[in-house]
């Protein structure tokens, strides 16, 4: 049972930065990979952000703007949003993978927080 709590979200205006953390009940450093998704009113839900290991991973309308990086020792995830744009807003979620390999198996186990609302409106 791991718990991921986002917190972080908010009301901006078009231009301003905000940053999201995430919470995990238990060691990150556990996890192969953790990220961030986001769902837009009415959108398909799409990975933002990822890191896993030394790597980081963005979508394209993100890069150069936001960053994704995590503290083991305060077990969070964060998100640093700046530039911030109309089409951010949305509800964004953290994930978190682990990944097992058993028996010849692969089985991989996602964990997601409930979300923050990001909205970015002047």
């Known amino acids: 049972q791991v718990q991921l709590v986002e917190s972080g979200g908010g009301l901006v205006q078009p231009g301003s930065s905000l940053t999201l953390s995430c919470a995990a009940s238990g060691s990150i450093s556990s996890f192969n990979a953790m990220s961030w998704y986001r769902q837009a009113p009415g959108k398909q839900r799409e990975l933002a952000a990822s890191i896993s290991g030394g790597s980081t991973n963005y979508v394209d309308s993100v890069k150069g703007r936001f960053t994704i990086s995590r503290d083991n020792a305060k077990n969070t995830l964060y998100l640093q949003m700046n530039s911030l744009k109309f089409e951010d807003t949305g509800v964004y979620y953290c994930?978190?993978?682990?990944?097992?390999?058993?028996?010849?198996?692969?089985?991989?186990?996602?964990?997601w927080g409930r979300g923050t609302q990001v909205t970015v409106s002047s």
């Open positions: 994930n978190a993978r682990s990944e097992i390999t058993k028996f010849g198996v692969w089985l991989p186990s996602d964990y």
